[in-house]
């Protein structure tokens, strides 16, 4: 590994843990195993560093959804790998994760959100898709769908407006992707999900 990725990688590991604002360049150079002035030769700033790594996570996840896409068999089993990917993320990553983005980087914060649209219609085409393969309604419209559902996301953003504090952020996320999924999906689309929940969800730690 090249030691750009693994000051990345690192900072991505850290931020994911304590947020942003607790990481500092000494935090990252130590568990890198360099000093401070190799870390600032590659990253001038925190600011630069930040930036970098919110970039460096999404070419990291669309790497893993193509992977997903061109291995699943159908719509509905792609989406449930996405959902397994983005539900490991949540569950390992600190609330105050974008939190932090949001308040401190907010130039970093809107960069993240322009590729929103981007999203809704990727989001848009898949559910298209499983509309031909017989898994969603077919009256669905899926830039509707794909659009309240991404809404519905940004909610996570905002966990200290939730109400019920004995519920997890990987149980909102839960709630909020299978309950959508559920609400778009033909009775041979519930068949896949129910299974997956089968399979992956029950009886296991969240």
Same mark, same amino acid.
């Given at each position: 590994?090249?030691?750009? !990725?693994?000051?990345?990688? *690192?900072?991505?590991?850290?931020?994911?843990?304590?947020? @942003?604002?607790?990481?500092?360049?000494?935090?990252?150079?130590?568990? %890198?195993?360099?000093?401070?002035?190799?870390?600032? #030769?590659? /990253?001038?700033?925190?600011?630069? +560093?930040?930036?970098?790594?919110?970039?460096?996570?999404? #070419?990291?996840?669309?790497?893993?959804?193509?992977?997903? /896409?061109?291995?699943?068999?159908?719509?509905?089993?792609?989406?449930?790998?996405?959902? *397994?990917?983005?539900? !490991?993320?949540?569950?390992?990553?600190?609330?105050?994760?974008?939190?932090?983005?949001?308040?401190?980087?907010?130039?970093?914060?809107?960069?993240?959100?322009?590729? !929103?649209?981007?999203?809704? +219609?990727?989001?848009?085409?898949?559910?298209?898709?499983?509309?031909?393969?017989?898994?969603?309604? @077919?009256?669905?419209? %899926?830039?509707?769908?794909? /659009?309240?559902?991404?809404?519905?996301?940004?909610? +996570?953003?905002?966990?200290?407006?939730?109400?019920?504090?004995?519920?997890?952020?990987?149980?909102?996320?839960?709630?909020?992707? +299978?309950?959508?999924?559920?609400?778009?999906?033909?009775?041979?689309?519930? !068949?896949?999900?129910?299974?997956?929940?089968?399979?992956?969800?029950?009886?296991?730690?969240?």
């Amino acid at each position: 590994m090249e030691l750009r !990725e693994k000051i990345l990688r *690192t900072s991505l590991d850290l931020m994911m843990r304590i947020g @942003p604002q607790s990481v500092t360049m000494d935090m990252v150079a130590r568990d %890198c195993g360099i000093s401070k002035r190799t870390l600032y #030769e590659t /990253f001038p700033n925190k600011h630069n +560093l930040i930036s970098d790594v919110i970039k460096y996570n999404q #070419e990291q996840s669309n790497a893993k959804f193509t992977q997903i /896409f061109e291995q699943a068999s159908n719509s509905f089993e792609a989406l449930m790998g996405v959902y *397994t990917v983005a539900r !490991e993320f949540i569950r390992k990553t600190s609330p105050v994760f974008l939190a932090d983005i949001k308040r401190l980087y907010p130039e970093v914060f809107d960069e993240y959100k322009a590729q !929103e649209v981007d999203h809704i +219609l990727s989001l848009a085409k898949i559910i298209r898709q499983a509309k031909d393969e017989g898994l969603a309604l @077919p009256g669905i419209k %899926c830039k509707i769908a794909a /659009f309240i559902f991404t809404n519905n996301m940004k909610n +996570l953003h905002h966990m200290q407006d939730f109400p019920f504090p004995e519920y997890s952020a990987t149980e909102i996320f839960d709630g909020a992707f +299978l309950n959508f999924m559920r609400g778009i999906a033909t009775t041979k689309g519930q !068949e896949i999900i129910e299974n997956y929940v089968i399979e992956n969800l029950l009886n296991k730690d969240n």
